[in-house]
Each structure stands twice: as C-alpha cells, then as structure tokens.
C-alpha cells in the first residue's frame, strides 16, 4: 500500500502547490536541550522559539553554537535530550517509526555538500524520496520533471552528479528535498560550499520557492550576508543557548547580544574598527570631542542628515565611519561622526531633532583630538 502523502503533491502529477497562509507557527521549538554522552556540556540549553508559516528564518551563530544540532532535532536526525519540537502539528520529538517518517515528509532538507548519490543520475537522485514514499512509478516521471522544471535543470535529468557545477548539484538536492511536498525546508550551511555569485543564484531560487509555494525556509548559516539577503526573522545561538531572536531587520537594526555585534560587523557598522576605537575616551576630556552614532532606518535613511547637523545647528560633524546596506529590502545605515560639539547645546539639540526624525542616535564616547588628528595625518 503507498503511504500517503499530502493531498496537493499527488494531484494531475504537479508536485505542488502553494500551502495556505496560516498565522499558527509551522515550528515550535520548547525547552529544547540536547546532550551528547561525549560531550563536556548540553550542545543546546532551554532553547525555544517559534517560526511561522512561510517565513525564512535565518539561524546564526559560531561554529560550534549549536546550529546543525539544531535544526536536525527538528526533523529527527538528532533527538532532544529535553524539551518539545512540533512541526506542522506532529510532535516529531516524541515520533517514532511510521508516524516519523510520515512527519519527515512535511520536512525536506539540503545540505552543504549536497549529499547527492553519484551513482544515480539526477532524475534517480530525485526519484529517490518518491521510491521511499512508495509513491507509484507512473506519478513518478511527471512529479520529476516539475521538479527539475522548478529549480531550472530540466535538460539535466540524465546528467551525474560528477557532471554538475556545485549550483547545480545544489538545485538537484533541492527538487530532492521538495519531492515529497514538504512544508518546510531545513538548508545546513547550503550555501556555504558556494562562490558568491552562485550563492546568489540558490538564494534566489529558495526566495522565489518561498513566495511561490509558501514553503517555510530554515536557514543555518555563519554567512551573515545569507541572513541579510534572504531572512525575514533570525535566531542568534550561542555556547548553545538562544542570545538574541526576532524580525531581521530589528535585529541587525538594533543587536543586543555581543556575539550579534560582532556577528553583524561585515555588514552594519556598529562597532568602529579597533584603530578608530583606540581614538575614544568614554569620558568627556579637556580635548576631547563628542562621538555619535546615529542608526538610520527605513525612509529616515533619506534624510539629508549631515547637511541638518552642520546647517540647523551650526555642529561641524567629521564622519569616521559608516555605511548603508540593504536589509529586508529596507535601508539600514549606521553613521559615526564626531560632532564638534561647542558645548553650547547645540549638539542636544541635533540629538532631539534626529530622534524627531525616528533616528537612533546617541553618543558611544569622545574622540580625543590629537589622536585623530594623528590619524587624519595632522599636526601632531
Ligand atoms: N554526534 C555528535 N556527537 C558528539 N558531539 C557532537 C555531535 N554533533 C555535534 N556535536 C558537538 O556539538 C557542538 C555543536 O555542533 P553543531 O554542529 O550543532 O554546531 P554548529 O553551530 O552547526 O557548528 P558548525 O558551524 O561548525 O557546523 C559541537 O561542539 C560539536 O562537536
């Protein structure tokens, strides 16, 4: 007998259909801590968070936090030591047997080396999940062919994978984990093996997956670049415990975690580089000029803010560091200036009128002048 699969993915041979928009979490992790017997401590501590349908949820950290371990509790590679994982209403922490494996059908997923039989061509490699599911031969074919239709590589189905570029071999390890229909996709590191342009190219093709088909898209990662392009929502782990967790650009906006910070330095500059750091005092000195970092965001990022502080209020800002990224398809910028203040409240009054504006700004310290001047190659 076939063991059944969800409705859309057997209908007219088309292997799917965009999942409903539903508002309850597709993901929810409670408590979650495992141990391996031959480790010092718990590799995940009291970790709970919830993803929602259709989102693409970014989880980051250092090699080691925890990541892999992770999402493999989530499909069942891994089993929690404590703590509850439910996946599409299954709670796949407590699964076993049939009822597993029916629930890891709900749940594809790729991985960094692409985990390809090389002994199969890629029609056979995303035949393989179908076999299991026993689904039959003739739905086979057509159920193939959408796939590889769906990750571009329908004239490659006879190919092997020894023939394939790594781009290639990660699209097939795709319509592999789409085969079954699931409504989540787990990705290891997937793009980690990859240059950046085809890091692009699958990034774009799991972007338009999930808008296409709602499937929701977990994301493990140490590229912080992968998180900013693609995540609508980010874990950060730490030593296996979760430090920091909500919208992307909330947190690249406005990290609180030390490991966030230092995660998000190649790509918002919140932390100055050492050189110019070494400049600062955190407190006020006889020579010594206010630092101040303003966070500008969304259509605030637009404002003409250096012309305001040097023309409303008579400051004569000197940038020393900044930049504007693209975040969630939103600006986000962090600008640090030392403000030249003149110590007759014109720069709390710069301040006021920044914050009117929805900016964040505050001041991080206060750069002594013959150190910067040093380091503008001025007298010294
Ligand atoms: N099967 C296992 N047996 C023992 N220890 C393990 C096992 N799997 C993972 N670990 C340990 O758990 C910790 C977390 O590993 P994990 O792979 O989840 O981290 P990660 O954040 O994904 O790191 P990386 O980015 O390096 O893959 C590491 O110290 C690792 O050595």
């Given at each position: 007998?076939?063991?059944?699969?969800?409705?859309?993915?057997?209908?007219?041979?088309?292997?799917?259909?965009?999942?409903?928009?539903?508002?309850?979490?597709?993901?929810?992790?409670?408590?979650?801590?495992?141990?391996?017997?031959?480790?010092?401590?718990?590799?995940?501590?009291?970790?709970?968070?919830?993803?929602?349908?259709?989102?693409?949820?970014?989880?980051?950290?250092?090699?080691?936090?925890?990541?892999?371990?992770?999402?493999?509790?989530?499909?069942?590679?891994?089993?929690?030591?404590?703590?509850?994982?439910?996946?599409?209403?299954?709670?796949?922490?407590?699964?076993?047997?049939?009822?597993?494996?029916?629930?890891?059908?709900?749940?594809?997923?790729?991985?960094?080396?692409?985990?390809?039989?090389?002994?199969?061509?890629?029609?056979?490699?995303?035949?393989?999940?179908?076999?299991?599911?026993?689904v039959p031969k003739a739905e086979r074919g057509p159920r193939i062919a959408a796939l590889l239709e769906l990750v571009g590589l329908a004239d490659k189905a006879q190919a092997y994978p020894s023939e394939l570029s790594g781009g290639q071999k990660q699209r097939v390890g795709i319509a592999r984990a789409l085969a079954t229909a699931p409504s989540v996709l787990l990705?290891?590191?997937?793009?980690?093996?990859?240059?950046?342009?085809?890091?692009?190219?699958?990034?774009?093709?799991?972007?338009?997956?999930?808008?296409?088909?709602?499937?929701?898209?977990?994301?493990?990662?140490?590229?912080?670049?992968?998180?900013?392009?693609?995540?609508?929502?980010?874990?950060?782990?730490?030593?296996?415990?979760?430090?920091?967790?909500?919208?992307?650009?909330?947190?690249?906006?406005?990290?609180?975690?030390?490991?966030?910070?230092?995660?998000?330095?190649?790509?918002?500059?919140?932390e100055l580089p050492p050189e110019i750091q070494a400049t600062l005092s955190p407190e006020p000195q006889a020579d010594s000029d206010p630092v101040i970092r303003i966070v500008f965001t969304g259509a605030a990022a637009n404002e003409p803010i250096v012309a305001d502080l040097v023309g409303r209020f008579g400051l004569r800002p000197n940038i020393l560091h900044g930049r504007i990224d693209q975040v969630a398809g939103r600006p986000l910028g962090v600008l640090t200036l030392v403000a030249g203040d003149g110590g007759d409240g014109r720069l709390a009054a710069a301040l006021a009128h920044l914050a009117r504006l929805g900016l964040h700004a505050e001041v991080i310290g206060h750069a002594l002048r013959p150190a910067l001047a040093r380091r503008h190659g001025g007298p010294r």
């Amino acid at each position: 007998m076939n063991a059944p699969l969800p409705s859309e993915s057997l209908a007219a041979g088309l292997p799917l259909a965009p999942h409903p928009p539903v508002s309850e979490p597709v993901i929810r992790i409670e408590g979650l801590s495992k141990t391996f017997s031959d480790a010092a401590g718990p590799v995940l501590d009291d970790v709970s968070l919830q993803i929602a349908r259709g989102d693409i949820y970014g989880v980051i950290g250092r090699s080691g936090a925890g990541k892999s371990t992770l999402v493999r509790c989530i499909n069942r590679l891994e089993r929690p030591s404590g703590g509850r994982v439910v996946v599409s209403g299954h709670e796949t922490s407590r699964l076993e047997g049939r009822a597993l494996r029916t629930a890891r059908r709900d749940i594809g997923m790729i991985f960094q080396h692409f985990n390809l039989l090389s002994s199969r061509t890629v029609a056979g490699n995303v035949a393989l999940p179908l076999e299991v599911a026993r689904v039959p031969k003739a739905e086979r074919g057509p159920r193939i062919a959408a796939l590889l239709e769906l990750v571009g590589l329908a004239d490659k189905a006879q190919a092997y994978p020894s023939e394939l570029s790594g781009g290639q071999k990660q699209r097939v390890g795709i319509a592999r984990a789409l085969a079954t229909a699931p409504s989540v996709l787990l990705c290891d590191e997937a793009t980690s093996a990859l240059d950046p342009e085809t890091t692009q190219q699958i990034l774009a093709l799991l972007r338009d997956i999930n808008r296409r088909l709602g499937l929701t898209v977990v994301l493990v990662t140490h590229e912080m670049e992968v998180v900013r392009d693609i995540a609508s929502h980010v874990a950060v782990l730490e030593r296996g415990r979760l430090v920091e967790e909500g919208a992307t650009f909330d947190v690249l906006a406005f990290p609180k975690s030390p490991v966030a910070r230092s995660f998000l330095a190649g790509i918002v500059a919140h932390e100055l580089p050492p050189e110019i750091q070494a400049t600062l005092s955190p407190e006020p000195q006889a020579d010594s000029d206010p630092v101040i970092r303003i966070v500008f965001t969304g259509a605030a990022a637009n404002e003409p803010i250096v012309a305001d502080l040097v023309g409303r209020f008579g400051l004569r800002p000197n940038i020393l560091h900044g930049r504007i990224d693209q975040v969630a398809g939103r600006p986000l910028g962090v600008l640090t200036l030392v403000a030249g203040d003149g110590g007759d409240g014109r720069l709390a009054a710069a301040l006021a009128h920044l914050a009117r504006l929805g900016l964040h700004a505050e001041v991080i310290g206060h750069a002594l002048r013959p150190a910067l001047a040093r380091r503008h190659g001025g007298p010294r």
